[in-house]
């Protein structure tokens, strides 16, 4: 990320360079009329100027840097306990501002905030305008098409796959190229609400509604007006729960808890699962009418290990993203290329994304090499199962963890109970 400093006390204009350099590349300048020079010719990705300089303010260096560069950034640095500035900086344009006296570590988190949007964007725009995904592979282009007619419309929406794949990118993305972009997208994780606290995180409750409820608290549904609400990991919505849910969706209405008075909610619903719902059904474990309402639009993603196209744009973008961790690193040798692409990835995208984190931490050359990569080069043996190779992977990492189900979990970019399911079925639990 290319920094561009504007203050024009010298003093403080090299205070501020020597902590930014630390981080990011900076060109520093006193002289605002030379730094939006600089930029109009240059660019930047972002920039940090004072507001009270003599030869421009601040307001007309954003006002310049805009007009020259709608993309680049800019923090304001505001008057000491100035809240007026502070506003004024926001309405015109600001990313954001930094009062003075310059707190270096709340302008070093502002950097990484601004650093981690760049990220997010350039990650939309590698995806050939597909919002979020970074895809050379056929299958993955056909499901960012369907995606793409699925958000014209207000279907219920189930996405299924693998944990990791990037359901809750593809919910994103309908959302956000829908008429609804403009209003809410609220997710909940169905995995991470206790089952009693599960109707009222949903509907909201009333003051007295149960005990503990001493006030009122709207729910997501509530929270999610006019935009999307995204469920995740659907299957493991409290069966008891589930009949008042499609009741919802079938009249877009609801009681919240304690309530008598019926509330009106216009949502759209986009749930994801990694678990078969069919078969969840047939066992009673999942009811089969939800399923339908729920199932209107099935957008199954593959797994990484069937889109092999993807693994090594996903790898450079990775870097890319990590690159604060490591700025040394600028790709990877050909033997972890070669590893890169062997491997199975049983945590899919987000085990990959963790690997590479990982790596940018142990790499201390210029390319990423096996060593830092640590999944187990040269590749393993023709003629193994996928599940075996999986087995072997997921206790290698578990012993790894020294045991740690969690901790395994994190580092395999997979849900704990995605661990402790895979550990059952090897008769481990």
Do not use: W
Request: charged letters at 25%.
């Amino acid at each position: 990320m290319k920094v561009v400093l504007i203050e024009d006390d010298s003093v403080l204009n090299r205070t501020m360079k020597r902590v930014i350099e630390k981080h990011y590349a900076v060109t520093a300048f006193t002289s605002p009329a030379s730094a939006v020079e600089y930029i109009s010719e240059n660019g930047a990705d972002v920039v940090v100027t004072d507001i009270r300089m003599p030869e421009m303010t601040g307001f007309q260096v954003l006002e310049k840097v805009r007009s020259a560069s709608p993309e680049t950034a800019v923090l304001m640095i505001t008057g000491q306990s100035s809240i007026d500035e502070s506003v004024k900086a926001i309405k015109s344009g600001a990313f954001d501002y930094i009062p003075k006296p310059v707190d270096t570590e709340l302008l070093i988190y502002k950097l990484d905030f601004v650093n981690e949007k760049m990220t997010l964007k350039a990650l939309a725009e590698t995806a050939v305008k597909k919002h979020g995904m970074v895809t050379a592979s056929p299958k993955m282009e056909a499901v960012l098409n369907t995606a793409g007619r699925v958000a014209r419309t207000d279907s219920n929406v189930l996405i299924t796959g693998e944990t990791g794949t990037g359901k809750e990118v593809i919910a994103r993305f309908i959302h956000e190229n829908s008429d609804r972009a403009r209003r809410p997208f609220a997710d909940i994780n169905c995995c991470n609400l206790q089952p009693h606290l599960f109707e009222s995180e949903l509907f909201g409750h009333k003051k007295g509604g149960f005990t503990g409820a001493d006030s009122d608290r709207r729910g997501i549904i509530q929270s999610a007006f006019g935009g999307t609400l995204f469920l995740d990991e659907i299957g493991e919505m409290p069966i008891d729960l589930q009949p008042k849910f499609l009741r919802f969706l079938e009249t877009k209405s609801f009681y919240p808890v304690g309530s008598s008075t019926q509330e009106q909610a216009d949502v759209r619903i986009i749930a994801a699962t990694n678990r078969d719902l069919s078969v969840m059904a047939e066992e009673g474990t999942f009811r089969s009418d939800l399923f339908y309402r729920l199932n209107v639009i099935n957008i199954e993603l593959p797994p990484l290990r069937q889109r092999r196209e993807d693994i090594i744009p996903l790898v450079h973008h990775f870097i890319e993203k990590y690159k604060h961790i490591n700025t040394r690193v600028r790709g990877l040798d050909a033997s972890a290329e070669q590893c890169l692409t062997a491997y199975d990835y049983p945590g899919n995208v987000r085990e990959l994304s963790n690997i590479i984190e990982r790596a940018m931490i142990l790499e201390q050359g210029e390319l990423l090499g096996c060593d830092a990569l640590n999944i187990g080069c040269p590749v393993e043996p023709m003629g193994l199962s996928l599940d075996s190779v999986m087995k072997k992977h997921i206790l290698k990492v578990l012993e790894m963890a020294g045991g740690n189900r969690q901790k395994a979990a994190e580092i395999l970019g997979v849900d704990t109970s995605t661990v402790y399911r895979k550990l059952k079925e090897y008769g481990l639990s």
